[in-house]
């Protein structure tokens, strides 16, 4: 993990076309602001966990289903 110190309106570019710039900084609560392509998507890290367990399930199931068909 990269750790770095940034201010107020300061930012950091990942990969030439990402832009993440602070906004914000209320005592422990800081909002960023993030700048990247439509095709990149972009999720709080509690969303992006559920959708990763919804599609891991989903997959479990069809492939029960599957099997299931065969015997």
């Given at each position: 993990m990269l750790a770095l110190s940034r201010k107020k309106n300061e930012a950091l570019v990942i990969n030439n076309n990402i832009e993440i710039t602070i906004l914000?900084?209320?005592g422990e609560q800081v909002?960023?602001?993030i700048?990247?392509?439509k095709e990149v998507p972009v999720y709080r890290k509690e969303v992006y966990?559920?959708?990763?367990?919804m599609n891991e399930e989903a997959?479990?199931?069809e492939g029960l289903d599957a099997l299931k068909e065969l015997l």
């Open positions: 914000e900084i209320k909002k960023i602001g700048s990247a392509p966990v559920q959708i990763k367990q997959a479990d199931t």
